[in-house]
Structure formats: C-alpha cells, structure tokens
C-alpha cells in the first residue's frame, strides 16, 4: 500500500468517526426528524388526495389537514386536561385530604375482600405511614414544579419542532428524494425510487394504525364508563387511550393510571375502571393491535409481536415503539434487493407433457430442465 494509499484510508476512517461522533451529539434531533417524518408520512395521503382530487393548492392543503389535527389535538386537551389539573392542585394545596382518600380506599379493600373472602384481610399499612408517604411526595413535587415547567416548555418546543420538519418534509420530498437516488447508479435509480415510496407508504400506515387502535380503546372506554356513569369518564379514557400507544406494557399503564386515578373518587369507581380497562385490555392485546398493526405493516399477527417483544428486550419502549417500522423497512429493502431479483432468476413455466423450469440468469445460462411425468 503505497502513502496515498494510507493517508487516504485513514482520512476517510477519521471522517466516518467524525460523522458518528456528530450524529451522537445531534442525537435528539434526529429523533426528533425521525417523528416529524413518521407524523407527515401518516398524513400525506390525505395532502395529496386534497392536492390531487380536488386541486387545491399544496400549501392549503397542507394547512387544512395539519390545521384539523391541532384543532382535534387541542380540544381534547381543553376537554380533558382541566378536570385533573384542578383536582391534583386541590391535593397540592392540602395534603392532608388526598392521604385521607388513599386511607379510605384502603379501609374499603379491606372490608370488600373480607366480605367476600369470608376471612379477615388487613393490607398493615399504618394511616400515619400514609401520610407520611403523601407528605414527601406532595413536597417533591412543589419542590421539582420549576423543573416539571421547563420541561413542558421543551417538550411543546419539540412539538412545534415536530410540525415545522413534517410541513418543510412534505413540501420538499421530492427533493430529497432526489438527492438520495442520485447516491445509487443509473440503472437502480428507479429501483431505489420505489423503495423509498414503499418504507414511506409503510410508515405512514404503521403510524395511522397506532393512531386507530388508540381512538378505537379510548371509545370504547368512554362508552363503557358513561354507561356505568363513572366520574371523570373523558379524562379517565384519554390517558388510557394515550398509553394504549405504547407496546406492549401500554395497556398496564393505562389500567393502573385509569384505577389510580378513579381511585381518588370513590372505590367504586377505581373498581369499575379496573374491570372495563382490564376487559379493553385483552381485546386490544389480542384481537384489535395484532390484526390492525399486522394489516398496516404487511406482517402477520404473530410476527408483530415477536417483533414488538424484541423492540422492547432491547431499548425499552422506545425500541418496541420503532420496532415494526425498522422490521418493515428492513423487509422492504430485502424484497426488493434479494426476494425479487431470486424469483426472477428461475419462472417456472408450463408445456404440454411437463414443465418446463428455464433459468432467467443471463450472467450463467443454464439448459432447460424437463420433467416428465410417469408413463399410464
């Protein structure tokens, strides 16, 4: 290896270390594209039908769609969000009364089991210990409330980080499409094109299916719980909705959250709540995501959570949550790149008397292959 040779070599393993190391340090950016292009390819099949099929101006279109999803966004949040609000600062200001509601629901358990176990249940949790307990945590919360506000102010900056990037992607996909395919040679150019349209499309749908199994529970909660007349139903609905997004251990979340809260207005309820999300639960583990999500990502049921259960062995939720786009993506390139070319290398092809199996490879053509079938 001659010295141009070496210095080459090593200005280019300084220059992908260097790139690795910037990607490591815009890290949250990059997540942060990442979600503004799962969001915009979630919604361009709706911008373009508005484009295409009504011919509206991309702009407008864009406006319309992204304008519906914040006024959506937003008032389910005016709906939902002040009820909680005013209830946990209520407990805030006095603390005393939300341990009196955990005693009382302790008291309650106690008496429901018993009645109905025929023997005596003592959970042995000290009402002082209680207090305690509740003590601390309001005065960590007052104490970490200055925190707790800069982060609701980075996470609403991230927001609207997220919705600028989906708008500026939309309206320079072409672009930068382009800029990628001009990476691969001529002749894979149209290939390339395709595959890029199809991890989109693919994307988008696993984006939307998320959206769907989340509005599908939520209803159902709400219905459920109106019914049985349960306080706090829209609000109670909407975080378990919420956490149905999360894989896996969404559902869980969202029971106890629901039971947790409910809990704070009567034991009654926290039961009610307990029972419907639990039911809600299994229909969505089992019957609502695995053939949602499976139709959406184009794999089947059992597939998406072997797929899912590995996103999640490996970096908690956050890998369970990209877990089926990264699976799908992977697929993708493979079909295009390795399934498709091998299936059109060999075609079968019948002809009276067999069939005759003719090799498509033009690089080593192989002699036809005749299989007869046995004399009558």
């Not at 991230?158 to 939309?170: A, E, P, Q, S």
């Not at 499309?201 to 909660?221: P, T």
């Amino acid at each position: 290896m001659t010295g141009y040779q070496t210095l080459r070599s090593t200005l280019i393993v300084v220059a992908v270390l260097g790139l690795i190391y910037l990607f490591a340090l815009t890290i949250n950016v990059w997540i942060v594209l990442m979600i503004a292009i799962l969001a915009s390819s979630s919604l361009r099949p709706a911008i373009m039908r508005l484009h295409r099929n009504y011919k509206l101006p991309l702009p407008l279109a864009i406006f319309i769609v992204y304008g519906t999803m914040a006024f959506i966004t937003i008032a389910m949040l005016v709906a939902v969000l002040p009820p909680v609000v005013n209830q946990f600062a209520a407990y805030l200001q006095n603390d005393d009364r939300l341990a009196n509601r955990i005693i009382v629901a302790q008291s309650w358990v106690e008496r429901f089991f018993s009645q109905n176990t025929g023997s005596e249940v003592e959970l042995d949790i000290d009402p002082q210990a209680i207090r305690d307990s509740v003590r601390t945590f309001v005065t960590d919360i007052r104490t970490s409330f200055p925190t707790l506000i800069s982060d609701i102010s980075n996470f609403l900056g991230d927001f609207i980080l997220i919705i600028v990037m989906g708008i500026y992607w939309i309206t320079s996909r072409e672009r930068a499409e382009q800029f990628l395919v001009d990476f691969v040679p001529l002749s894979r150019q149209g290939q390339a094109r395709a595959i890029l349209d199809e991890i989109e499309y693919g994307l988008g749908a696993y984006v939307r299916g998320i959206v769907l199994v989340s509005i599908i529970v939520g209803l159902l909660c709400f219905t459920a719980l109106t019914l049985l007349r349960a306080p706090g139903a829209a609000t109670i609905s909407f975080i378990y909705g919420l956490a149905t997004a999360i894989p896996i251990i969404g559902g869980l979340i969202g029971v106890v959250a629901g039971t947790g809260l409910a809990l704070l207005s009567s034991p009654s309820a926290a039961v009610e709540v307990f029972v419907v999300t639990f039911l809600i639960q299994q229909i969505e583990n089992y019957f609502l995501s695995p053939r949602i999500m499976a139709k959406s990502s184009a794999f089947d049921e059992i597939l998406v959570i072997v797929f899912i259960a590995m996103g999640f062995r490996l970096n908690g939720i956050t890998g369970a949550l990209i877990a089926i786009p990264v699976a799908g993506t992977v697929a993708i390139i493979m079909k295009h790149l390795v399934f498709e070319p091998r299936k059109a290398q060999v075609t079968p092809v019948r002809v009276e008397g067999g069939i005759l199996l003719q090799s498509q490879d033009l690089s080593e053509p192989q002699p036809p292959i005749i299989v007869k079938p046995p004399p009558h």
